[in-house]
């Protein structure tokens, strides 16, 4: 059933239901990709996935975790995008997403392999916004509340982001919604303490992530596939819960949304989130249960044969990997993981090393 091609509301067919999880490299320069990009996406095109997501994209450079994140805000950006994807392209002809985000709070960070969870020297920083004042961290400075001239400048951004990547001809579009950025800064109670039209009651903390995916799908064709990364729970009191996360995927539905990526946690640095194998299948079935969009689902979601099982169960309909394709990009090929050892074959090229 893993194997099985895989059809995203009759508009494009996966070869399979593995989609390689987005993953920032940090490893932009001035928000373009680099030469980094070009090696990193190239593995994946050749590892039998069904699906490539790029890594999390800025829509403005202050949208930006770290300053080496990719951002598609600038011709020049988009050009670069442009010229990654046509290159892509030629090696095959696997679909390839791209993840649309702003940084808010958890913006004007360390590289986390230089220093984990620590804001920029002062004197290398941007002020940061939010939903409010509050701060991500004890040790992080307190980021600016976003004004509601300021939220409209900022749907701006995405519009121009998302018409960016439309003509950079990428296949499908994601929203990042979850893991603590801005979009889930408006949507979580923990961080939005606001009591204008963007916050207060659950519906107006929907608003401003549902206003720009609205934007979203009108800037896209029919035919392009759009989907989101959500938070299925905060994993603390107060927080999103998963009957929340439903409530909102509905909006999605209604919005014409294809699918979501049920994530959760990182509102906050600690929270009561503990992973483990397939730890956010509850979640997921309840969305799946409760809504007709597709479910993917990630976070320690690699065993395929529990995958497959879970697939055939119609608990969810696809899964994303993240860390096990940065350890073997072509782990596919040799994972004998099916009862029925069915296999994904190799590009012909390679066939003779198996
Ligand atoms: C190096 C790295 C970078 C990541 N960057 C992103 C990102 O850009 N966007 C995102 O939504 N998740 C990001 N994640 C989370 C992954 O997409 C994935 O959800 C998470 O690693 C859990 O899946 P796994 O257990 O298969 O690794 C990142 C994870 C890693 C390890």
Avoid at 50 to 66: D, F, K, Y
Avoid at 145 to 150: A, D, H, V
Avoid at 240 to 251: G, K, Q, R
């Amino acid at each position: 059933m893993i194997l099985n091609k895989f059809f995203f509301s009759k508009k494009k067919i996966l070869k399979n239901r593995i989609s390689v999880s987005p993953m920032c490299q940090y490893s932009a320069v001035d928000g373009c990709p680099s030469d980094w990009h070009y090696r990193h996406l190239s593995n994946f095109l050749l590892s039998g996935a069904g699906l490539i997501m790029l890594e999390s994209t800025a829509v403005e450079a202050n949208g930006r975790i770290t300053k080496k994140d990719l951002c598609i805000e600038t011709i020049k950006q988009r050009n670069e995008f442009k010229k990654l994807v046509s290159y892509l392209k030629k090696i095959n002809n696997t679909p390839i997403g791209i993840q649309l985000s702003h940084s808010g709070r958890k913006g004007s960070s360390m590289i986390p392999w230089e220093k984990a969870n620590s804001p920029l020297k002062k004197k290398d920083s941007w002020t940061t916004v939010s939903s409010s004042d509050l701060k991500k961290d004890e040790h992080w400075p307190k980021p600016k509340k976003l004004t509601i001239q300021e939220i409209n400048k900022i749907k701006k951004k995405f519009e121009l982001s998302i018409k960016n990547a439309l003509d950079a001809k990428f296949d499908v579009f994601e929203l990042h919604i979850a893991h603590g950025y801005l979009l889930h800064q408006f949507l979580s109670p923990i961080c939005n303490t606001r009591d204008d039209k963007y916050g207060g009651t659950k519906l107006k903390r929907f608003k401003l992530p549902l206003e720009i995916c609205k934007i979203a799908r009108n800037i896209l064709p029919k035919n392009k596939i759009i989907g989101a990364r959500i938070t299925g729970d905060d994993h603390l009191k107060f927080g999103i819960t998963t009957n929340e996360a439903v409530e909102f995927c509905h909006e999605l539905e209604k919005i014409g949304f294809d699918y979501v990526c049920v994530s959760s946690g990182g509102i906050k640095t600690k929270t009561k989130m503990r992973q483990k194998e397939f730890f956010r299948l509850k979640i997921a079935k309840q969305i799946k249960k409760n809504t007709n969009l597709k479910i993917g689902i990630t976070g320690l979601v690699d065993n395929l044969s529990l995958a497959d099982k879970y697939i055939k169960k119609k608990y969810i309909d696809f899964v994303f990997i993240g860390r096990r394709f940065l350890q073997n990009p072509f782990f596919l090929y040799k994972d004998n993981f099916l009862k029925n050892k069915k296999i994904i074959k190799p590009p012909p090229q390679y066939e003779r090393g198996y």
